[in-house]
């Protein structure tokens, strides 16, 4: 009887790992494991301390939420805090003056100009012209990130313009606003932007001239869409397959849940189809019609609009291509300004839940308070648009990795690094929330 020897199958098993991720906002990191060519494990990790801001607003009136919740976040606090004054004054049936309004999207103008500038040129495009960071890529593209500095600190002002200052800003209210601009406060600073706009137009050509990796998934994006403007602080929430509801009613749709290992909830849609993307691309996908005209040029003459549909690496063009719209409309609401009859108008607090979605610069943001007899907070759910995006940043972790298994360890490394820079995260925000619980012997 004969005993042959079965050879042992060898098994190809890598880790990708990368332990702090860097050029993104807050604390993350990325785990990816491939056995035999299959993903067995894609996650992004994060690991920031939460910070309890949905505790911190309880017993708080709703003017103390507004001041809260902007610090939620110093590089997008506008949309903190435009999330939740809609929501309020939709409870409240808060009518603003149309002016007030006006200026409350110049504020988002503000906020969009700062947020992708930084992004573009200091988080993103190192990644694609070879350099470690925005500070490496200065010492041979100087006059580009000079430029870069000018179109932020542009939108920096035109937050301390309307808000009292470019960090925080404190001139939000519900019912408009604790102090309107002056004309010529705005027409100041309108040569700026002019100037500005020139160069972000230029920032299209530039990025749309980036070698951008092979990459492919359809994915379902999910924004806002208004019938005659660019979503910011207001429309209807829809995605590619259907969803169509208004800004208060995001839970009708979607939930959060725990997943072991962040200190982020996920979020997904309630109908079983998974995961969704937010963000530029998904705007420019679902509303790409409400572009400036401006924005809409450079997007067709950039030769990326079908791209950002299917390819996470091209968001940089459609951040560049908002870009060009938030400075386009910022000059066109400055030009049209007129200081507002009636800057705060009186409300009358109610009970019930005040609920509102808006764009922020990475994507729908989503509020919800549920206010008492008294008019404070009794509970608060905070959804950020990193949150939501993480499961989506997982899934495309999966495509990725199949595509750069034959390329050197760190190389790949780096290609999965730079699409999760793609999503722009702001891990910061997503920290909101931890399960904490006490158990007594």
């Keep these: 009887m004969s005993h042959g020897t079965a050879s042992a199958k060898v098994v190809d098993e890598r880790v990708y790992e990368v332990h702090e991720l860097t050029r993104v906002e807050g604390e993350g990191s990325l785990r990816l494991r491939v056995k035999d060519g299959e993903v067995v494990e894609a996650r992004l990790g994060i690991f920031e301390t939460p910070r309890y801001f949905e505790q911190l ?112 800003p404190v001139s939000v209210r519900v019912g408009g606003w604790s ?66 509801l208004p800004p208060t009613a995001w839970r009708d749709a979607f939930e959060e ?10 979020a997904r849609s309630l109908d079983g189809k998974g995961v969704y993307l937010l963000g530029p ?35 940089i063009v459609a951040r560049a291509v908002e870009l060009v719209h ?15 009859s009636e800057p705060l108008v009186a409300w009358q607090s109610r009970p019930g839940v005040a609920a509102w979605a808006t764009e922020a610069p990475r994507g729908l943001l989503f509020h919800r308070y549920e206010v008492d007899e008294s008019g404070r907070i009794r509970a608060a759910q905070i959804v950020p648009p990193t949150s939501q995006n993480q499961a989506a940043i997982e899934a495309d972790l999966v495509v990725a990795a199949k595509q750069v298994l034959d390329l050197p360890h760190a190389e790949a490394t780096h290609r999965l690094e730079q699409m999760i820079r793609s999503y722009d995260p702001c891990i910061s925000c997503a920290t909101h929330f931890l399960d904490l619980r006490v158990e007594e012997a």
Excluded at 224 to 240: K, M, T
Aim: hydrophobic fraction near 45%; glycine fraction near 6%.
């Design 57 to 168: 607003v309880v017993g708080r009136t709703p003017d103390e939420v507004i001041d809260i919740v902007a610090r939620i976040c110093g590089i997008c606090p506008v949309a903190y805090q435009m999330s939740a004054v809609h929501g309020f004054e939709d409870l409240f049936g808060v009518r603003i003056d149309p002016q007030s309004r006006a200026l409350r999207r110049l504020f988002y103008c503000g906020e969009w100009i700062e947020s992708h500038s930084l992004h573009i040129y200091f988080l993103h495009a190192p990644d694609f012209l070879g350099y470690e960071s925005g500070i490496a890529m200065a010492a041979d593209h100087r006059p580009l990130v000079e430029q870069a500095l000018k179109m932020k600190k542009a939108g920096n002002h035109l937050i301390k313009i309307l808000g009292g200052r470019p960090i925080h």
């Design 179 to 244: 102090r309107a601009p002056r004309v010529s406060e705005l027409k100041e600073h309108r040569a700026a932007l002019e100037e500005s706009l020139a160069f972000a137009l230029e920032t299209v050509k530039v990025v749309a001239g980036f070698t951008m990796p092979a990459f492919a998934r359809e994915p379902r994006v999910v924004s806002l869409r208004h019938a005659a403007e660019y979503p910011f602080n207001d429309g209807r929430i829809v995605s590619s397959d259907g969803v169509d």
């Design 326 to 340: 938030a400075f386009a409309e910022a000059i066109d609401i400055i030009d049209a300004y007129r200081v507002p």
């Design 281 to 315: 691309a998904a705007r420019v996908v679902l509303a790409g019609e409400q572009l400036h005209p401006l924005a809409k040029e450079a997007l067709a003459a950039s030769g990326y609009a079908e791209l950002i549909r299917t390819n996470i690496y091209a968001s």
């Design 257 to 266: 849940f725990q997943v072991e290992g962040t200190n982020a909830l996920h």
